[in-house]
Every structure is written in C-alpha cells, then in structure tokens.
C-alpha cells in the first residue's frame, strides 16, 4: 500500500509490514550460514538444532524455515483486503481491479521464470517458486477479497476436501515402481499404508508435472523435481492465502459475527477501515480472534496428520500443511498485531518495517545481488573481512554484513519513498 491508500481511508497497520518484513529477513538470509558453522560443530547439540531449524524438513514435518513460504502467501490474502478496499475507495471499478489482478498475477508467474533461469542455458519452465505459485492462484484470490468470510472460508475448505479427494482416488505406484527414478535418497523413508498416496514423487500432481512440464522447450526432459516440489501446489496454497484474506477481514474490523465483535461503522454504514479508529478493548478482541483462528486451524491441520489420512507435507502443500501452515502463519499475525499495533513496539519493529514495505525489491536484491555484495565487500575491505570472528564463523559474518547491505539500500529508499510494487 502506498500513502495515497492511507489517504483513501485504509490505514497501514504496522504489524503487517513487520511480519512481511520478518518474513523477508529470513528468507533472504539464506540460513543465516547457520548450515555452514554447524558443519565445523558436529557434535554441538546447539549448532544441530540451529541448522534443522534453517533448513527445510526433509519430507514430513515441520521446521522454522519451512513456514516462510506459507507466511509470506498468507500475507499476500491479509494484504489484498487492504489494497482492493483502497482501490475501490478511491473510486476504481470492479473491471480495472480485475484487470490489475490479472497483470500482477502475469507478472509473478514471468518474474518467478526469470528467477529460476538466471544460472540455466534457457528459460527455465518451473512453477513451484513462491511468485509463480501466488501468482498462479492470485486471479482466484481477487475474486474472493469482497465476498465475505462464509464464502471465503467455504471455498478454501473446498480446495482442500477437493485436492485430498484427488490424491486420495489417484492409484498407488505399482510393483514395478522405481525409487531411483522418483529422485528418492538413500536416507528417504518412504510413508506406509493411506498416506503412500503421498509419497515423493509419486503422486498425482507429480504425475501432472512430468506430462505439464514436458510440454514446454527443456535441456531434457522432466521426470522429476529434486525436493518433491510441484506446479499443482499453488492449488491448497491458495486456500492458504484465502485464510490470510479471512484474518485481514478481522483487522480490518469486519470479522465473524458469530464471534461477536462489534466494528466500527463509518459514515457510509460500512466497517470502518481505520484501525486507529478502534478503541483498543476492540484492538484485544481482535487479537482474540485471530488467536483463537490459529489455534484452531493448527489443531486441524496436526489431527489431519495424526489421522493417518493426510501428512503433513509442505513441500507438496499438502491439505493438512495447508491448515498448519496457515494456522501457524495466523498466530504470528498475531503477536505482531499484539506487539506493534497494540503495545506500540514500533520503534524495535522498525527495521522490519522498512523492509516489509520494499519487501519484493528484497526478494530479488536475495535472489540477484547477494553474492555480488558479499564479493564487494571482499575487494573494498579484504579477503578477510568475514573471518573476525574466526574462519569458522565466517558464513554467518557474511550472512550479516550483506543482509546489513540490502537493509541500508531498503532504508535509504524508505527515505526517499520509493517502494517496488506489482
């Protein structure tokens, strides 16, 4: 949202930018090099847990790093709700909405491509990067931001009923079925009974990806994604981004009735966008209600898994990681609603702020310019630069000093307001 936004009556809520700006943090860092120091420690319990928690699970479960995804699409709902209510408060129709829906959505899925042929020979044709899976599901998160959380909620229940129905009736691999040829390693252990449906590599979408993305030009042809990823997962993470629209409908002040907050009512007789607006009993109460909404959806998501009917699998979005994710994604809302926006820690989430404002200008500086920071840094102050801390705790100096170098850049344009939007 731009400063034209808040002055069409939608107020920037800081804990949004500062989640975002969170999310961004983490996800641009790499790991930290948390990966790398642990190597030099492997006995240390503490440098193997760091190292699990910045690393993605391996198939079932859950880490830290494995919600960065998910937070930063559900995010993506919460501020949908945001802008296309300051688009329409400042008089754009429904049709020129669409229209910028269908352009952004357009340009995720082409700036994902890109991203992901910047080291290859041709254009890369994969689908399962965080901007082309909210692009690809972004038309259909349009077409819900003003509907109401009844329908909201209904068809993100859909999605996830309808897509466990399609692995569930998929069939099984066969007695001929070829590990190796399903990209498994040797450490893999594969799911049992039911939750075969699945398995890595093995499973409708993935079948789905070795016809849909053989259909574009490639070096060779694709049989399978490394880490299990798949095209078809922007479908249960749209259900995800549609819980974010549902809890940027609470912030906004127009939750469920059933819960019984009462909104504001601005002169037209609609829920008053301004947070600041709200009495803080309001503001608590609000808090309630998304933690109230995390828990549940976490609870769901983990019985699901516990079932024996649905894993917990983020790197296929599975129907229950869709709930975990989401739950989890909604109680860090949460705190940052509880923490910034209603105890006033403003001033320590400022950082977070500036870049949760420039967020997709942090993406691509992660994805593009963090390795020629780190080799500017060697030739302007030394080969030696990283290792003050000693040689072994280089990875992590250098995770810092470029991060500090994108955060300056972010900073300085936050100066200047100038943000990069879609």
């Known amino acids: 949202m731009t400063a034209s936004e808040t002055a069409a009556g939608v107020a920037r809520l800081a804990s949004i930018d500062a989640y975002r700006g969170a999310v961004m943090l983490l996800m641009a860092s790499h790991d930290f090099g948390i990966g790398q120091v642990a190597e030099h420690f492997p006995h240390s319990a503490f440098w193997q847990a760091a190292e699990f928690q910045v690393s993605h699970v391996p198939w079932r479960g859950c880490a830290l790093w494995d919600l960065i995804q998910p937070s930063f699409m559900f995010l993506v709902g919460v501020s949908a709700v ?3 209510s300051a688009r329409a408060a400042r008089g754009q129709s429904y049709g020129r909405m669409l229209g910028h829906a269908i352009v952004r959505a357009m340009v995720l899925v082409a700036l994902g491509i890109f991203l992901r042929s910047d080291d290859k020979r041709q254009t890369n044709f994969t689908f399962e990067d965080v901007l082309t899976q909210i692009g690809l599901g972004y038309i259909f998160l349009f077409l819900l931001w003003d509907k109401g959380w009844r329908i909201q909620l209904a068809a993100a229940l859909a999605i996830l009923v309808a897509y466990w129905a399609l692995f569930a009736a998929w069939p099984l691999p066969g007695s001929d079925f070829d590990d190796a040829k399903a990209g498994w ?7 049992t009974g039911f939750e075969r449906h699945w398995e890595k590599n093995a499973n409708a979408a993935s079948d789905f990806d070795r016809w849909f993305l053989n259909l574009f030009p490639r070096e060779r042809r694709f049989e399978f994604n490394g880490g299990g ?3 078809l997962n922007f479908v249960p993470a749209l259900a995800t981004m549609i ?4 809890a940027g409908g609470i912030l906004r002040g127009s939750p469920p009735r059933f819960l019984s907050l009462a909104s504001e009512k601005g002169p037209s007789g609609d829920s008053s966008p301004a947070d600041s607006s709200v009495d803080a ?3 608590w109460r609000k808090f309630s209600i998304l933690l109230a909404m995390g828990l549940a959806l976490l609870a769901a998501g983990l019985l699901w898994d516990w079932s024996g009917t649905c894993p917990l ?3 296929i979005w599975t129907p229950s990681w869709a709930l975990f994710s989401a739950g ?3 109680l860090l809302l949460a705190g940052f609603y509880a923490l910034v926006d209603r105890l006033g820690f403003r001033k320590p989430a400022f950082p977070l702020i500036v870049i949760g404002m420039n967020s997709i200008l942090m993406y691509l500086m992660a994805e593009l310019a963090a390795g020629w920071i780190a080799q500017q840094l060697t030739i302007h102050f030394g080969a030696g630069v990283f290792d003050f801390l000693g040689s072994q705790y280089a990875p992590i100096v250098q995770s810092s000093l470029v991060l ?3 955060g300056l850049i972010c900073y300085w344009l936050y100066r200047q307001r100038i943000f990069l939007r879609i």
Do not use: C, W
């Open 404 to 406: 500090l170098v994108m």
């Open 82 to 84: 945001y802008s296309y």
């Open 185 to 191: 390693e040797q450490d893999y252990e594969p799911l």
């Open 313 to 315: 699998v983020k790197r």
């Open 243 to 246: 819980f974010g629209l549902i």
């Open 328 to 330: 989890a994604a909604t």
């Open 281 to 283: 009993h309001n503001g």
């Open 229 to 231: 990823y798949l095209t």
